[in-house]
């Protein structure tokens, strides 16, 4: 069974670098298929973040892209997203997923607040 | 960015209704779309991946429909477990977009 795991601080000063890694379980990134970070504000909707392949290829966001980078060690079986510059609107829950056709397999999810 | 138009946003129903949701996509995405369930709380799940395919273990009074910009989600008899928020997202081309959400609430 496939699992992925959030971790990283639940808090983050305004300003400051965001950095969240997923560890993946029953599953070897090096395998294949993509993998994504999304965010939920609370209350909010979904929205992706990015996503990466497992040799290293990656999609951002857009609205994100200048402030994010995704990596990935295999060697480790996970992934990590770092967004910088952080600011009150960065506050969500952060989910990472393993994107095959759609996200078939996503992590619990990850709260962090964005406060001084 | 393609842009997916979700409706309604939110909706009332009885257990034993029939329901659908659509989602209008901003331009074609041939079947390159999938709906999620999401509950208080918890991660959204997967039911539906290629416009209609049924993700394995999910209940078959979901089903989708739909090609090119609009696609449906029916639920064919509402269930207690079913009154959650849905969203769609495509995945044809990134940025990857989802839906704004339907949230279904107990009549």
């Known amino acids: 069974q496939v699992q992925l795991q959030e971790s990283g601080p639940g808090l983050v000063k305004p300003s400051e670098t965001l950095s969240l890694t997923c560890a993946v379980s029953?599953?070897?990134?090096?395998?294949?298929?993509?993998w994504g970070w999304i965010r939920q504000p609370p209350g909010k909707g979904l929205e992706w973040i990015g996503s990466i392949y497992h040799s290293g290829s990656t999609y951002y966001n857009p609205s994100l892209k200048s402030r994010v980078t995704i990596s990935v060690d295999t060697s480790k079986n996970q992934f990590s997203l770092k967004l910088s510059s952080v600011t009150a609107a960065d506050t969500a829950v952060y989910y990472c997923?393993?994107?095959?056709?759609?996200?078939?397999?996503w992590g619990q999810g990850t709260l962090v607040t964005v406060s001084s | 960015a393609i842009q997916m138009t979700q409706s309604p946003s939110s909706l009332s129903a009885s257990v034993g209704d029939r329901v659908t949701i659509t989602c209008r996509a901003s331009?074609?995405?041939?079947?390159?779309l999938g709906w999620y369930q999401q509950k208080p709380g918890k991660a959204p799940k997967l039911l539906i991946y290629?416009?209609?395919s049924l993700q394995s273990g999910v209940p078959s009074r979901f089903s989708g429909s739909g090609s090119g910009t609009d696609f449906t989600l029916t639920i064919s008899s509402l269930q207690p477990e079913d009154f959650a928020t849905y969203y769609c997202?495509?995945?044809?081309?990134?940025?990857?977009?989802f839906g704004q959400g339907t949230k279904v609430e107990i009549k």
């Open positions: 290629a416009a209609s």
């Open positions: 997923a393993r994107e095959v056709v759609n996200f078939d397999y």
């Open positions: 997202l495509q995945d044809y081309n990134y940025p990857l977009t």
């Open positions: 331009q074609g995405i041939r079947n390159d």
């Open positions: 029953g599953y070897s990134i090096s395998s294949g298929y993509y």
